[in-house]
């Protein structure tokens, strides 16, 4: 599977930005997909995940009610709305495949990773 997600870019605080995904390869619809962010000198860090066929989402506590990651299986390609932004979510933003959301929760052995897209928020 290869991932492009596109979508960053720069947005004041309060304000509203869209990710996208998209994957090609094997099938899509099979995986998992999950978001990460990471910023320098940090860790990379889980922000979301959903289930195959969508049938489960999860969040990280500091996105959790402004955050909604959905999935299009008819375009491979997996969203992550991001609204009432905060300067603290300025980090490069990574979206990945697992067979298992629950790696992707973990952030433990994951499949395939895409590209960073650069998410700035401004005060």
């Known amino acids: 599977v290869q991932l492009q997600a596109s979508g960053g870019g720069l947005v004041q605080a309060g304000g509203s930005l869209r990710l996208s995904c998209g994957a090609s390869?094997?099938?899509?619809?099979?995986?998992?997909m999950g978001w990460f962010r990471q910023t320098p000198g940090k860790e990379r860090e889980f922000v979301a995940a959903i289930s195959w066929r969508a049938s489960t989402t999860y969040y990280a506590d500091s996105v959790k009610g402004r955050f909604t990651i959905s999935r299009d299986d008819s375009k491979n390609t997996v969203y992550l709305q991001m609204n009432s932004l905060k300067p603290e979510d300025t980090a490069v933003y990574y979206c990945?495949?697992?067979?298992?959301?629950?790696?992707?929760?973990?952030?433990?052995?994951?499949?395939?990773w895409g590209q960073g897209t650069q998410v700035t928020v401004s005060s």
């Open positions: 990945a495949a697992d067979t298992g959301v629950m790696n992707l929760v973990r952030g433990h052995h994951i499949d395939f």
């Open positions: 390869g094997r099938s899509f619809s099979s995986y998992a």
